[in-house]
């Protein structure tokens, strides 16, 4: 069962949903709720990914993430404060970015959410997700974001103003197992160190 607007914020007054900064109320819609951007930008360094000439081949068997991120994650540059993405088939970058609300699903309340684009930004181009929409109950942390500019423009992201994504919650049948155990729990940089 999806939440609608009325049931989310029914849901944050009693505090079976969390966020830090709280949701202005202009961000709800019926069935969803607008999160802004963070301002913690990080990306694949090539410099590093080129190794004499050759390129790294990650063995997703034996890799684990955190020593990829470790390795090769670098800090974004920005221009003003903000993020400039110039089209993908200029400058084949896949940056990842952070949301700027803390998130946290406690078990006992048995809600999950997914995260989605906003509509208004994939008709200009931009991924805000690779794959990865799910944000399991028992999460706690800022959702990480794998953003890529497929389209035609420069797309200048401005933090704590831009509406990055939706997210959507659910009520899950039952109440999990257990807690989540994930490197990514209580992330605080998009990489997902702590």
């Known amino acids: 069962m999806i939440l609608s607007d009325q049931g989310i914020k029914e849901a944050l007054k009693s505090g079976a949903i969390k966020i830090d900064p709280p949701p202005e109320p202009d961000h709800f819609d019926p069935s969803s709720l607008d999160l802004l951007l963070g301002s913690d930008f990080q990306m694949w360094d090539r410099k590093r990914l080129t190794q004499a000439g050759a390129d790294v081949m990650l063995n997703l068997a034996l890799q684990k993430f955190p020593e990829t991120a470790e390795n090769y994650l670098v800090d974004a540059p920005l221009v003003d404060g903000c993020l400039i993405i110039p089209p ?24 999950a959410a997914r995260v989605e684009g906003k509509s208004s930004l994939a008709r200009l181009g931009l991924l805000v997700h690779l794959t990865a929409p799910t944000v399991h109950t028992t999460f706690r942390g800022r959702i990480t974001l794998e953003v890529v500019n497929l389209g035609p423009f ?23 197992a257990a807690e989540l155990a994930s490197t990514f729990q209580d992330q605080t940089r998009p990489g997902g160190t702590h």
């Open 88 to 111: 993908y088939s200029e400058h084949p970058w896949h940056f990842l970015c952070q949301t700027r609300s803390r998130i946290q699903l406690d078990r006992q309340h048995r809600i």
């Open 154 to 176: 420069h797309i200048k992201l401005v933090p704590h103003e831009t509406r990055i994504c939706s997210i959507i919650f659910e009520k899950v049948e039952t109440e999990a």
